[in-house]
């Protein structure tokens, strides 16, 4: 059976990193207050000649290498984002042209912080229907430029960075239980609109013609979170016949310190098996997951055989999640 397994992974950060003691300079908040509601100690600022295009690309390219891939080998771009370069064309196609690729199909993914599970389900079903064989699928965000820097329940979570991975086609038994079935084993996503006003920007093209600031409800959210996200990874484990006992790794969103340790309640699911990165980038929306990810495979944590879960809940609201074996 073909499958879609990552073959490398990258990612990248701006120059800049902001302490909650340096953000407290500027904004009504302490480093107290901000650890002991969300676990962030420091977020990276995307500075000048910082994008989401420039830093997708720095992240494509250490995927590229880890592969061993070459970038005249991709065939599809795949880049999550909620905070174009441009309103059109696409990032993906300005990151097509900063890795000097001259054509392959290159198109951006909006679902917010859920971006990145989007992105991969899409990339995932090309490569099983033939359509792509290597694909680049990128998350990248410059969130600090869509935040109300007064807004201290918000501008305090956010922050800027890159993550990505190539993945490519193999081939493998087609019962996913086996543990040469190697690659994407399933995934799940969903999207229930009724909850616009929970998690927002305020401006767009056809609205206000600005570019408009993030706004959040921060209770509700976090209500919607841990309840919608334990449920995506119950059915995410049904379709590939595995058990929470079965998941090696879970790497989720990185929204809050508070968000992750609920979910991991929920699921029985022990504190030692989740990657967590929030604490130093804060929630980098789109590109938490890969980013997150690759902080893992890097540090030798997710190793192959693995069972690796990955999860993610955005405006919109969005939500899904995505089981694949290491």
């Not at 999207?191 to 706004?215: F, I, M, Q």
């Not at 959040?216 to 959210?221: D, F, H, I, L, T």
Request: charged share 20%; hydrophobic share 45%.
């Amino acid at each position: 059976m073909k499958r879609a397994a990552i073959l490398g992974t990258g990612s990248a950060l701006p120059v800049r990193r902001v302490t909650n003691t340096e953000l407290a300079e500027t904004v009504d908040t302490t480093d107290e207050w901000i650890i002991e509601r969300t676990g962030i100690r420091s977020r990276y600022i995307a500075g000048e000649g910082e994008t989401t295009a420039t830093l997708a690309a720095d992240a494509a390219r250490r995927a590229l290498e880890a592969a061993g891939i070459a970038a005249s080998e991709i065939d599809l771009i795949v880049l999550a984002t909620a905070t174009p370069d441009q309103t059109f064309p696409a990032s993906a196609t300005k990151v097509q042209a900063m890795l000097g690729i001259n054509d392959c199909v290159a198109f951006d993914v909006a679902a917010v912080c859920s971006g990145f599970l989007y992105a991969m389900s899409v990339a995932e079903s090309m490569i099983r229907a033939g359509s792509a064989y290597n694909a680049l699928v990128i998350g990248s965000e410059t969130f600090s430029r869509i935040l109300d820097w007064e807004d201290r329940g918000t501008c305090v979570l956010f922050g800027d960075g890159a993550g990505a991975v190539v993945l490519g086609s193999v081939e493998g038994p087609s019962d996913g239980q086996s543990k040469d079935a190697r690659g994407v084993l399933a995934t799940k996503l969903h999207a229930d609109g009724r909850h616009n006003e929970l998690l927002y920007v305020d401006g767009g093209p056809s609205t206000t013609g600005t570019v408009g600031k993030l706004r959040m409800k921060g209770r509700e959210v976090f209500r919607h979170a841990v309840t919608n996200l334990a449920s995506v990874m119950g059915e995410v484990l049904e379709l590939a016949g595995l058990t929470t006992a079965d998941i090696d790794w879970l790497v989720p969103h990185q929204a809050n310190a508070r968000i992750l340790d609920a979910t991991a309640r929920k699921l029985g699911l022990s504190p030692d098996k989740v990657v967590v990165t929030v604490t130093e980038h804060a929630n980098t929306s789109a590109a938490s997951v890969p980013l997150a990810l690759d902080v893992a495979v890097r540090d030798g944590r997710i190793k192959a055989g693995d069972i690796v879960v990955l999860e993610a809940m955005g405006g919109g609201f969005t939500w899904g999640a995505a089981i694949l074996r290491w």
